[in-house]
């Protein structure tokens, strides 16, 4: 599996429940954080359901 960085870029304030729950599941807390997750199916799935508020790129 290749290794894919995370960074988040907006802010989860007034954002639904679901997607502050996901970016926690993601290691994201804070703006400009960047983590590094293997790219399994279930990470690219929650990538995907909150793309917007991320940049993603291959580490």
Not at 10 to 15: A, Q
Not at 25 to 50: C, F, S, W, Y
């Amino acid at each position: 599996m290749a290794k894919i960085k995370v960074t988040q870029v907006k802010s989860v304030i007034d954002r639904p429940k679901k997607q502050k729950a996901t970016m926690l599941a993601l290691g994201l807390r804070k703006m400009n954080q960047t983590v590094e997750h293997e790219g399994t199916p279930q990470v690219l799935g929650m990538i995907d359901k909150v793309k917007h508020l991320l940049k993603v790129e291959e580490a």
